[in-house]
Each structure stands twice: as structure tokens, then as C-alpha cells.
């Protein structure tokens, strides 16, 4: 069975990598009110949930790719006509009892036409510069770290992280979940990640190194000391771009099949 991807019509530019993965990928996608929730031989996967789908049911196989965990997607109206669930964070999946399904990543969400040896960044962020964040952002500042600007087009970003050594991810919240899309961006760039520490990281434990909160500055500095950074990059593309990739992930959840982590 193939699924269908389900696109919002609001605009969340978040979720941009997310439907390049998609495309790439070769799966079908509609819009929510293009759905046919009366055909039982359809699938459809919905990611970011909002008004629009409220009051929607039928006999589809409808599945919920939880990414984010905002309390108002776990509510019973957002529930309401949705056959299964999936999280892609495995802490999450287990609280709630329902499939890890991670997003893997592929090869071609970098497309790889500019490659230089200069780098001219050690670290990037690829995030919503929250209040956490941005304390992070000024002592590396302090630290004479350079860190990339944050760009949300495919091709400016890409000008910019063939030129950036590594990626840090600092949590937006104090909700310790993985961030998917960010490593998945990552591996595809060939570049290596320090997380901060996640409740469980699931398929990532093995490729990205992780840190406390007040430990990640301190992390960023041994990281671009030391000389294993590539090693850790390998590792993650290996994982992400190889062996479990978008397309292998999506399959999996649907023929109910556990990925070997």
C-alpha cells in the first residue's frame, strides 16, 4: 500500500524539508479537502494538524505523523477519524503507546552543485531562534565561534552549509524531544550534529554526539577541536541517506515493521 501525503493549505514554512523529503521520495500528495475518506482502500499520512480537519471521518486509513507534540493535536477532536497514530520521537511514542516511525532522510534533499574547502562557519542552528536558543547563540558569539545565519530557501541555505563545520541542535523548549527534519537536512549535507540531550534518541543514539543544556557550548568547542567530526558526520548520513531513508522509514510504519536501530 501507498500512502498519500496530506498537505495543509496554510503556509508553514517548517514543514518545507519535510514535503522536499516527500517529492523526492516519490509519494503521492493531496490536500485535506481533496481527500476520499469514503474510499477503504485509501491511505493517507497528515503531519501538522489544524482547523482543517476538523469534523472529517470516513472509511480511509487515515495516519497521524506526529512531529511536534503540541497538546491540541493529542486532543480527541484532532483524533477523531484518525485510524492510527505515529510519533517520530520514540520517547513520545512509547508515553503514548503508538508506532516510532523516525524520518529518515535522502541524498537529494542536497542536491550538492556547490562544494568548496573553505569554511567560512563553525556552526549553524537551522531554527526558530527562541529565548533558549538565542542564550546559546550569544555565548558562542562571546566565544568567537562563528555561526551561520539562519536561511530558510533550499539554495541560500545550501551556499551556506557547504561552508559550516558543524550543527548544533538546542531544544526550543524544554520538552526534550528529537528534532527529525534538522538531522535529517544535516545528513543530507554531510555535516555532523551536536544534539542536546533527548529522553530517548531512538535511531539516532549511535550518531550524534549529545549534551546538556549547559554543556552545549562546551560541546561545540571540543567538537570543531577535535578530529572526528567527519567520522560523526559519516555515521549520520550513513544512517539517515542509507540504510534508513524517508522512503524506507514511511514503508516500514506502513507494513508495521520495526526498523533495526
Known sequence: MIPTFVRTRQIYRSYAD?????????????????????????CYIMTYMNDEWLN?????????????????????????????????????????????V??????????????????????????????????????LCR???????NLNGFEGRQYVLAQTRMVVHVH????????????????????????ETCDDPGIHADVCPFADYDALVEGVQLGLARNDLRFFARLLQQKLCERHTFEKC????????????
Open 172 to 195: 526550543q523548549t524544554e520538552r526534550k524531544a528529537i528534532s527529525p527534519l534538522r538531522l535529517a537536512v544535516a545528513a543530507a549535507h554531510g555535516l555532523p550534529v551536536l544534539c
Open 102 to 139: 523516525p524520518i529518515g532522510s535522502d541524498y537529494r534533499l542536497c542536491n550538492g552543485d556547490y562544494v568548496t574547502e573553505h569554511m567560512a562557519y563553525d556552526v549553524a542552528f537551522m531554527g526558530c531562534m527562541s529565548e533558549r536558543r538565542v542564550r546559546i547563540y550569544n555565548v
Open 250 to 261: 514511511v514503508m516500514a510504519g506502513i507494513n508495521q515493521v520495526e526498523l533495526m536501530v
Open 56 to 100: 472529517r471521518t470516513g472509511v480511509a486509513h487515515v495516519i497521524h505523523w506526529n512531529m511536534e507534540f503540541f497538546p491540541e493535536t493529542e486532543s480527541h477532536a484532532f483524533r477523531h477519524g484518525i485510524k492510527e497514530r505515529w510519533s517520530c520521537d520514540k520517547a513520545h511514542a512509547d508515553s503514548e503507546g503508538i508506532a516510532y
Open 143 to 149: 566565544q568567537h565561534i562563528r555561526v551561520a545565519p
Open 18 to 42: 519535510f514535503w522536499k523529503l516527500v517529492e523526492v521520495s516519490g509519494f503521492p500528495t493531496c490536500y485535506v479537502d481533496q481527500m476520499n475518506l469514503h474510499d477503504p482502500s485509501a
